[in-house]
């Protein structure tokens, strides 16, 4: 699969004639088996490029953000921390602010399915990626982590066993050490040593995926395949991402296994801002992110049935980005060690270099 990011919903970065050129020379380079693209609210983009797609018998699926990235289109009610504060946004990135919404409102679901049904189910397309299908992660410190806090999901937490004041009132007494973890293994993860922490992240991946299910589940209803935007495992349930829920209502996921991308989503850059956010708290481990790592992660996803299809980061960029072609072939191969289903050329073919499209 590929990526193609058209930016804003308001001003796509390319048109139909240049996106359909970049694919015909990507084609020829490697074997196509979907394009991923959006999410420009731009109609003729879509229908022209889902013309050449499907005279050559290749799928294409909207690229649409879930519980981020909507407040142009949507009237969305915003995410809070446990103390009823909106979290800082992150904004380093260009063209994505990481505003998040609250992932249990009722409205904000609807709203959602909604976009696609008054805006794209026209357009041709044959499947919907799912992004941003989690809350604020550590890149702007605690506050997203420790949420959503708002009535309706207070009232979730406590459908799991979880006492929102109890959590609050724990954190507010540890500090850092709220997050302390006994280690790390492959097989469990992250242990935390505190059990209110443990109860807390547990539950907050059955509220945010049970959402994330309910959007997919009336996507699958219109006929649509369903993709899903995940973070590499061993940070997926700080951001409520739980992988046992999700697989269950996925035709595949695409973790993002970012080694080298230094901005929200890359492995490494999300455990240096996690570390910073939680300089008190206790064992969490060294790691290196090489190919080995890449790997482990990979493993942990061998139990579930829907299809994987890892993701590789391919586009260059000086500052977030600094990839060459000897750490793209570094990672494929690596991925094809593994027991996947193909992967994803990472999130913009449009500004990748032809040297990164290898086999």
């Not at 050559?56 to 009610?77: H, Q, Y």
């Not at 009232?155 to 066993?161: D, K, P, S, T």
């Not at 109860?199 to 996507?219: E, P």
């Amino acid at each position: 699969m590929v990526q193609i990011s058209l930016g804003d919903w308001h001003s796509p970065d390319y048109t139909a004639e240049q996106i359909i050129s970049r694919l015909d020379t990507v084609s020829k380079l490697i074997p196509i088996e979907k394009v991923i693209i959006g999410w420009s609210d731009n109609k003729d983009i879509y229908r022209q490029v889902g013309e050449y797609l499907h005279g050559r018998n290749i799928r294409m699926l909207l690229w649409l953000p879930v519980f981020a990235e909507t407040d142009g289109v949507c009237d969305n009610k915003p995410a809070v921390d446990l103390w009823g504060k909106q979290p800082e946004n992150y904004e380093k990135a260009a063209g994505n602010g990481f505003r998040f919404t609250c992932p249990s409102d009722p409205q904000n679901i609807a709203n959602v399915v909604a976009l696609y049904d008054h805006m794209f189910n026209d357009c041709g397309f044959d499947g919907v990626f799912l992004d941003r299908i989690r809350t604020q992660s550590f890149v702007t410190g605690v506050s997203g982590v420790l949420g959503c806090g708002c009535p309706v999901c207070v009232e979730r937490f406590a459908a799991e066993g979880v006492d929102i004041q109890t959590v609050k009132a724990e954190y507010e007494s540890q500090g850092d050490a709220f997050f302390s973890v006994k280690g790390y293994s492959t097989a469990d993860g992250f242990i935390f040593e505190n059990p209110v922490a443990e109860s807390f992240f547990k539950a907050k991946g059955h509220v945010v995926s049970n959402s994330v299910a309910a959007v997919a589940d009336s996507l699958h209803n219109r006929g649509l395949e369903v993709g899903m935007d995940l973070f590499a495992p061993f940070l997926a349930p700080f951001v409520g991402q739980d992988y046992a829920i999700l697989a269950s209502h996925a035709d595949f996921f695409k973790p993002m296994l970012y080694r080298a991308c230094r901005a929200p989503a890359g492995m490494g850059y999300e455990y240096v801002q996690l570390l910073k956010s939680l300089p008190a708290a206790t064992g969490y481990p060294h790691f290196q992110f090489d190919t080995d790592f890449l790997k482990s992660q990979l493993r942990i996803m061998n139990s579930f049935s829907c299809g994987k299809y890892p993701g590789i980061e391919i586009n260059y960029d000086d500052e977030i980005l600094p990839i060459t072609d000897h750490y793209v072939r570094e990672s494929l191969e690596a991925v094809q060690d593994c027991n996947v289903d193909g992967v994803v050329y990472a999130w913009n073919i449009m500004e990748a270099p032809l040297s990164h499209f290898v086999k």
